[in-house]
């Protein structure tokens, strides 16, 4: 059974450091790995999509990494702003047959301190 | 686009009741999906649809819980006789699968409040 673990739960820097958030998964048998922000009493947000054969993404200050084979991803946040606040979670789309959905880990709070 | 449209965003219901929620996908979005969320957890999957077929659901849906997708457009999801279990976020994602890596995209949720 796949599980995805993010570790810190919640982690305060202040504003404009470069931060790094992980993810770890126990099986390596994906499609995809996906990156979120939740805003309180909000939805998802999608940041970044890694494909399996990718070993990264970049979307303006976030870059995503991805180690199949170690079951780890990163989100690298650059120069933290007070509006990156929120909860950040990873998600995998196991590759088992017929597999659809996406197993996300507890997700890490963020807080930016002006 | 739109974005994935969910209605209500809240409903405050008294054990017993049943509630029915709906989805409205992304326009052509063939994939269809249902997660909850409590508190401080990641969502976790109910079910899902590809086009109208109903094609898995998780041990989490029990016999209460009913969805659909009749038109392969929007969808419900049905609680019968609630419980105070049933307090969560319950949220709706799609996505386009042309058989490639596609993200999921979310609503912002209906959160279920069980008195």
């Known amino acids: 059974k796949q599980e995805v673990t993010q570790i810190p739960a919640a982690l305060s820097v202040p504003e404009g450091e470069n931060l790094v958030l992980n993810c770890s998964f126990t099986d390596s048998a994906i499609y995809n790995l996906q990156w979120f922000r939740q805003d309180p009493g909000k939805g998802l947000t999608s940041l970044l999509l890694i494909q399996s054969s990718q070993r990264e993404q970049t979307s303006g200050r976030l870059n995503a990494s991805l180690d199949k084979s170690s079951g780890r991803s990163t989100l690298y946040i650059a120069a933290s702003q007070p509006g990156d606040s929120a909860t950040y979670l990873c998600?995998?789309?196991?590759?088992?047959?017929?597999?659809?959905?996406?197993?996300f880990g507890q997700g890490t709070r963020l807080t930016i301190n002006p | 686009d739109t974005g994935v449209s969910q209605d209500p965003r809240h409903k405050i219901t008294k054990r017993g009741q049943n509630v029915t929620f709906r989805c409205d996908p992304i326009?052509?979005?063939?994939?269809l999906y249902w997660y909850r969320q409590t508190l401080g957890q990641g969502p976790e999957f109910l079910t899902y649809?590809?086009?109208?077929?109903?094609?898995?659901k998780s041990r989490l849906l029990s016999d209460r819980f009913s969805a659909e997708r009749p038109k392969g457009s929007f969808s419900t999801l049905e609680i019968q006789r609630t419980e105070q279990g049933d307090s969560a976020m319950y949220l709706c994602?799609?996505?386009?699968?042309?058989?490639?890596?596609?993200?999921?995209?979310f609503g912002d949720g209906t959160r279920l409040s069980i008195l």
């Open positions: 649809f590809q086009n109208e077929a109903q094609l898995e």
């Open positions: 994602a799609s996505s386009l699968e042309q058989g490639g890596n596609q993200p999921q995209h």
């Open positions: 326009s052509e979005h063939n994939r």
């Open positions: 998600a995998v789309r196991p590759s088992s047959q017929g597999a659809q959905k996406l197993v």
